[in-house]
């Protein structure tokens, strides 16, 4: 039997408290925000981590080359003059010892083509340190290549990180040589010879496709002030492979952050799709001669950033007048 004292104490189950529909409404929109509010600076330090890693990327291949060339007395050549051949391997086969990659390298036989099945192995073997993780593609790290050239085979390892080859002419042709040069070749902006064809030796940068390679006591423009390696975007060029003969280099006549990608396999656009570029906002890393990393902007004066390109030209911060006659 009930305790009269207690009756009409129990609360009713209508009075139990809860969310209304209304309040649970307005808790889902202010988590909403929230998450709105924290999004960019999650994203924002996501990025910040894939640039400390591409900074990190470029410092280690910067060093192996300067081991390389403290042990060999030059810096590598990018690959041979005589790129159809396909004989030697690129600039990526001479530093991977430096690299902690001499696995790699001991697999890859140099007196073979690049595209004979004994190499396979090697130009397969991912290499993490030159991927960019800011790239979309970079869990597709065997994109380098195609199947129209074979000394530039398909499905080997990409490149992210291009030598530099400097204000070096790029083509073969009026119509696609250095075609965002406002001077004619030889200039500022189109100094030296094609980047090897033909077996040419000449370019104005620290590394090309040649069978030259350059000390660094050569660089009389400053190390600091010279480009070595940069980034790029291999999908927007399928030259731009660890094991790609005739394009595991860059250049500076195609202004900073060209997002022109190739047409198709046959990359008929590598005169304007094959420059430096990133998925970084507003620019891209770059090693210097001396080692060290920095970010440029995508707003560098074309000038500059092909005086940076050179290593021996001696030029001011002054561009040089619009008025001066094209030489071809």
């Given amino acids: 039997m009930r305790n009269r004292a207690t009756q009409g104490r129990t ?10 529909l ?21 994203q924002a330090a996501r990025e910040a981590a894939r640039r ?51 696995n790699m390298s001991d697999l890859y036989n140099p007196a073979l083509a690049v595209q004979d ?25 065997l994109q380098g290549g195609n199947d129209f ?19 070096t002419r790029d083509g073969t042709a009026v119509g696609n040589s250095c075609t965002f040069c406002p001077h004619r070749h030889p200039s500022w902006c189109c100094l030296g010879h094609d980047y090897g064809r033909g077996g040419f030796k000449d370019f104005a940068g620290l590394i090309a496709q040649s069978d030259d390679s350059v000390k660094l006591r050569q660089v009389t423009d400053g190390l600091s002030n010279t480009w070595m390696v ?21 250049g500076t006549s195609i202004p900073l952050n060209t997002m022109i990608s190739n047409e198709g396999e046959n ?15 507003s620019g891209a890393h770059f090693a210097m001669g001396d080692a060290s990393v920095s970010f440029i902007s995508d707003s560098i ?7 940076k390109g050179s290593r021996a030209q001696g030029e001011t911060d002054t561009p040089p007048p619009e008025d001066v006659p094209d030489r071809r």
């Fill in 52 to 102: 400390s890693q591409c900074t990190n990327n470029l410092k280690q291949i910067s060093l192996a080359l300067h081991n390389y060339e403290s042990a060999h007395g030059s810096l590598p050549n990018g690959s041979t003059a005589s790129y159809w051949t396909g004989l030697g391997g690129t600039w990526i086969i001479r530093i991977a010892p430096y690299m902690e990659m001499q």
């Fill in 301 to 307: 004066d074309y000038y500059v950033y092909n005086a």
């Fill in 117 to 141: 099945p004994a190499n396979r192995a090697a130009i397969t073997t991912v290499i993490p340190a030159l991927i960019c993780p800011s790239d979309p593609t970079s869990n597709i790290p």
């Fill in 22 to 42: 209304v309040e649970l409404l307005v808790v889902i929109a202010i988590i909403g925000i929230l998450v709105a509010l924290l999004l960019p600076a999650v």
């Fill in 149 to 167: 050239q074979p000394y530039n085979p398909k499905g080997a390892m990409a490149l992210w990180y291009p030598a530099s080859m400097g204000p």
């Fill in 11 to 20: 609360k009713p189950f209508s009075a139990i408290a809860a969310f209304t």
């Fill in 267 to 281: 990359n008929t656009k590598w005169w304007s799709a094959c420059g430096y570029k990133s998925f970084h906002t």
């Fill in 230 to 250: 940069g980034e790029s975007i291999p999908s927007h060029c399928s030259f731009n492979g660890a094991h790609s003969h005739n394009f595991a280099v860059g």
